[in-house]
């Protein structure tokens, strides 16, 4: 095989076994890799109904085919299970290094079930697979754990860990690699925690082999030229990172503030990219192979909140900040900061404190649960000692710890939780734009941004501009986003090079990589089988029609200021016309026709 | 009106926000005037092949123009205008 390596590895944690098997040329072809692959193990091998947090589930790291190449942001892997968080297939994806490790060393996944007796972490070096004691380690946040590891393998092992927050089961907890990056979403951590698996490191000597060399370079050296020329993909996100975005969203009146109650922030500016541009940006940095380099090296000198380590980004300002009506770049650069030190989701963090600082307004949170905390809007320095409780598992934190639908639902009030399948929603007020609503509706891992961005053409204007006000001809713009990002998210490829880059360059690559013939057609037709044998494992687990609501805060409560004010989320509309593009029934359920035609049929 | 400028084309005007007058002024008035002033820089990052490039935000009053008239938007002396060059995240 070319592209892909062909082997996978499978850890049975519970007996310490390790095997490896090799990977099947059609399910490569069919589901490509990453997040792909491993949905498609997952389907396979896990009962969608077990409790994400037993031995019974499985936690899988996969990169993609691209991973590993001189591809334009080839640098990506997905870890996919169901998630802790959601109940719902997860599929978190993350950048930096690990994945193109794991390529070299010769793996297309690695399969970890059942459930460590004592923590453990696994040592990969090339063909050389071992379990390690790790019970030393316990307990050390991502730095501490990544020197130990380190230390006692090599000094060049690429390093994918949890910390506190994945061992205390955090519903909300990332996977950590390269210190900064994190498989974010979903509680992918928690479940890692609940296996008793601290890290993953590797260190490979090998390389991914190409079907046709001159095919793959005169390609990827166009994709790279398109990336380049485009003025978001080759030059805006290496000035001003992804927080370039908060003036954007909240000149159209679509930056969420206070929990979601509003669409306007009018201090945002204080958050955006231009002020850490000139402010706390030591410099940009890219992922493997990455061309764009939309990562932020930061440090925070402000003694209340100082701190050096990478972000924000523009989901974790807006979280931090304007959603907790907070307008202190420092203190949400000191979120971040927390969250990645200790691994945990930023969205879902930051909007679970939105959430308790709603309550607490309505009297439903008191001090006497929060140890004297006055969880009041635009508290600075209460919002970043609730990122810490939360973090470390202490006092309220552990309330927190939950995520907001939980959080919300223990006082009665499951609305005030700005989610979708228990997650939280990101930072895209759905009033405002109508087609990320449908998106955030639907998304087959609970609410996320990354599943159909169609802010891209609602509001950016790339590839082309839409009426991000207009309901007519969205279903089919969010299923074109959503496959397409279901296709590219499976290659091990970076969906910001979608800012340059799409579907056509993605098949070319692909085919000269694999030598499997790839068309623009074929290659959304993935997108389309991967995002419908999505949505089959959360039928099988028991999600239904019903989670594809957004609160009912976005449907009934019109925006009271900003550029969208008047405006309600209008996805009731919308969603019988998706279910019915997408070959689905009236209740959301995949068509036999829909299941036959994507070779999903039983 | 008010004009506001966001990311490089802050560095590129040197400033934030200014005021801007001129009667029966259209968007495209403005960005002409803006291009005499501010130069090939300002003209890069906002025009292309004499048009306006369709990856930049201009929103009169938190409207998007390109969902208006484009440059034959007309301005009035109480619009708020504010101009993105392309730019994006996610």
Wanted: net charge neutral; proline share 4%.
């Amino acid at each position: 095989m070319h592209g892909w390596i062909g082997k996978i590895v499978r850890v049975d944690l519970t007996s310490g076994k390790i095997t490896t098997e090799a990977l099947d040329p059609v399910m490569a072809r069919d589901y490509i890799g990453a997040r792909g692959l491993g949905t498609k193990i997952m389907t396979d091998e896990v009962d969608p109904k077990v409790d994400p947090l037993s031995p019974q589930n499985k936690l899988i790291f996969v990169p993609g085919p691209l991973t590993g190449t001189y591809a334009p942001s080839g640098g990506r892997y997905n870890v996919v299970t169901k998630g802790a968080l959601t109940g719902a297939i997860a599929a978190a994806s993350s950048g930096g290094t690990w994945g193109a490790e794991c390529k070299f060393a010769g793996y297309d996944a690695l399969i970890f079930e059942g459930k460590a007796p004592n923590p453990v972490y696994l040592w990969i070096k090339d063909q050389a697979i071992e379990l390690r004691d790790a019970r030393h380690i316990w307990g050390k946040n991502i730095l501490d754990t990544s020197d130990a590891i380190r230390a006692e393998t090599d000094d060049d092992a690429k390093i994918a860990c949890i910390g506190k927050a994945g061992e205390n089961l955090v519903l909300f907890a990332a996977i950590m690699n390269d210190l900064h990056r994190a498989a974010g979403r979903s509680g992918v951590g928690a479940v890692m925690g609940s296996k008793n698996l601290k890290a993953v490191a590797v260190v490979g000597t090998n390389g991914v082999t190409t079907a046709d060399n001159a095919a793959f370079e005169k390609i990827v050296l166009l994709a790279r030229d398109k990336i380049q020329k485009h003025p978001v993909g080759g030059t805006g996100l290496r000035l001003y990172g992804t927080d370039v975005l908060t003036n954007i969203l909240n000149q159209v009146g679509g930056y969420p503030i206070k929990n979601g109650q509003d669409g306007y922030f009018a201090t945002a500016d204080k958050l955006g990219g231009e002020t850490l541009a000139k402010t706390l940006l030591k410099r940009p940095k890219a992922c493997f192979s990455c061309i764009i380099s939309c990562g932020r090296v930061t440090k925070v000198i402000n003694k209340q909140f100082a701190g050096e380590g990478e972000g924000p980004e523009y989901e974790s300002s807006w979280g931090f900040g304007g959603d907790c009506l907070i307008d202190n770049l420092d203190a949400v650069t000191k979120a971040n900061y927390i969250c990645n030190e200790n691994g945990m989701d930023t969205i879902t963090m930051a909007a679970t404190i939105a959430c308790a600082m709603e309550l607490y307004e309505l009297g439903l949170i008191t001090k006497a649960e929060t140890g004297g905390i006055a969880i009041e809007w635009g508290n600075a320095e209460v919002m970043v000692e609730l990122t810490r409780l939360t973090a470390m598992g202490e006092g309220f934190g552990k309330k927190l710890a939950m995520g907001s639908y939980r959080l919300a639902e223990s006082y009665g009030r499951a609305d005030l939780s700005m989610s979708v399948k228990k997650q939280e929603i990101p930072a895209y007020d759905s009033r405002a734009i109508q087609g990320i609503g449908l998106n955030f509706a639907t998304a087959n891992c609970g609410a996320a941004h990354v599943r159909g961005y169609t802010i891209a053409p609602e509001v950016l204007g790339t590839p082309m501009k839409v009426d991000k006000d207009a309901v007519d001809g969205k279903p089919a713009l969010v299923i074109l986003f959503q496959n397409l990002t279901a296709a590219l998210d499976s290659t091990g490829g970076c969906l910001f090079t979608t800012f340059g880059i799409g579907a056509p360059e993605y098949a070319g690559m692909l085919s000269a990589l694999t030598g499997v013939e790839y068309t623009q057609e074929s290659f959304l037709n993935c997108g389309d089988r991967i995002w419908t044998m999505e949505r089959q494992f959360n039928l099988a687990a028991g999600l239904t029609a019903a989670d594809d609501v957004l609160p009912p805060r976005l449907l009934k409560e019109p925006l009271k200021t900003g550029a969208s004010k008047g405006s309600v989320s209008r996805v009731p509309e919308m969603l019988p016309v998706y279910y019915d593009l997408r070959g689905w029934d009236a209740n959301g359920v995949p068509t036999p026709a829909k299941l036959e035609a994507l070779g999903l049929s039983r | 009106m008010k004009v506001k400028y966001f990311a490089n084309l802050r560095d590129i005007t040197g400033t934030k926000e200014e005021d801007w007058a001129k009667p029966e002024a259209t968007v495209g008035d403005l960005i002409r005037d803006l291009v005499a002033r501010y130069g090939h820089e300002f003209e890069r990052w906002v025009m292309k092949d004499g048009d306006l490039w369709s990856l930049v935000i201009i929103l009169v009053n938190g409207h998007d123009v390109r969902q208006l008239k484009r440059f034959a938007t007309v301005l009035a002396p109480s619009d708020v205008v504010v101009i993105f060059p392309p730019m994006g995240g996610g």
